[in-house]
């Protein structure tokens, strides 16, 4: 209650009909690429706009805000969206992250150098609002899978996406998320990572273990 909710997409509003699921869904404003501004637009691609300067804009907004309002934004980012080749890429970016097998898979490539990008841009944001007074919570998740090459995935699943069990094909449509929540009250960080909607303690782990078990 008494939150100022706005919902943030820095790309076209007509996009699944955000323009008019965000106003139905409660918004009171909705940021898309036609009414963003001038300012916080860096790319790290050709088309879209990156997570870096999107978090930035957040932040903006979070300082300009009247001190006693309280302030929730909704944001889908657009760095990583596919596709991957250079129509997306651009002719001048160079993926960063190099993988090791007899088949070279540059969309994987790319996806995953432009996660390490996300992850290093997340980092600032953490860090911004672990200095805040006021209360805060961040929820970060991702949508769903990337389109890659099938030799990619069946490198990290072991075997072909058309070859699983039911049972194991659910993990292509699972992605896990993210809460940092900064307590005023206690003066420290708590953070869990879940793929679990019920968030089971089985299901539960600190960011230090998923880095270490997924490091980019």
């Known amino acids: 209650q008494d939150y100022e909710p706005v919902a943030m997409h820095p790309n076209n509003a007509s996009n699944w009909n955000r323009s ?3 106003v ?3 918004f009171d404003e909705f940021l898309s690429i036609e009414n963003w501004g001038d300012e916080f637009c860096d790319r790290v691609r050709k088309h879209y706009y990156s997570d ?3 978090y930035d804009k957040i932040i903006k907004m979070y ?3 009247e001190e006693d309002q309280k302030l929730f934004t909704f944001c889908v ?3 990583n969206h596919g596709g991957y080749d250079e129509t997306t890429n651009g002719e001048d970016y160079e993926p960063d992250v190099k993988l090791n097998y007899d088949e070279e898979y540059p969309y994987a490539e790319t996806y995953l150098s432009l996660a390490r990008q996300s992850d290093l841009a997340f980092k600032d944001l953490l860090t911004y609002f672990e ?3 006021e209360p805060t919570m961040i929820v970060i998740f991702g949508d769903h899978w990337p389109q890659l090459e099938d030799g990619f995935f069946e490198q990290l699943l072991g075997k072909k996406k058309s070859s699983l069990e039911t049972i194991e094909s659910q993990i292509t449509y699972t992605t896990p998320y993210g809460q940092i929540t900064r307590l005023r009250q206690k003066k420290r960080i708590s953070a869990a990572i879940t793929s679990d909607p019920a968030c089971s303690k089985k299901r539960v ?3 230090r273990n998923m880095n270490s078990s997924l490091p980019i």
């Open 24 to 26: 139905r869904m409660g």
């Open 63 to 65: 300082e300009d805000k």
């Open 52 to 54: 870096a300067t999107v």
């Open 20 to 22: 008019k699921v965000y």
């Open 205 to 207: 782990f600190s960011l």
């Open 77 to 79: 980012t657009m760095q």
């Open 131 to 133: 200095k805040v007074d």
